[in-house]
């Protein structure tokens, strides 16, 4: 019964840190951006790379930036669900 609690403990962790992951690399990159637009002369460049940011997340979200980035976190929490599956599946066949 351990061995089950504890793949689902890691298989909860791994979603959860899979989710989140693709939040913070935007967010940073969206933060980062808006700090360095303080900086004479970068205003311009940066204004581009972030409109080129929230362009790219509404592909993703029929419209609106941040149901795109719901979806690539779905997505990423889906894939690091299915690598910690594996994972798991790998450890246990090669005791």
Known sequence: MTVMTNFLRSLLLSIIFSFVAPMLL????????SV?????GL?????VVTTLIKDFLCIFGSGTPVGGLFVICSTFSFVGALFDTYAYYRCQILR
């Open 26 to 33: 935007f967010g940073s990159v969206l933060l980062a951006l």
């Open 43 to 47: 205003q311009g460049v940066t204004e």
């Open 36 to 40: 360095v637009s303080y900086i004479p």
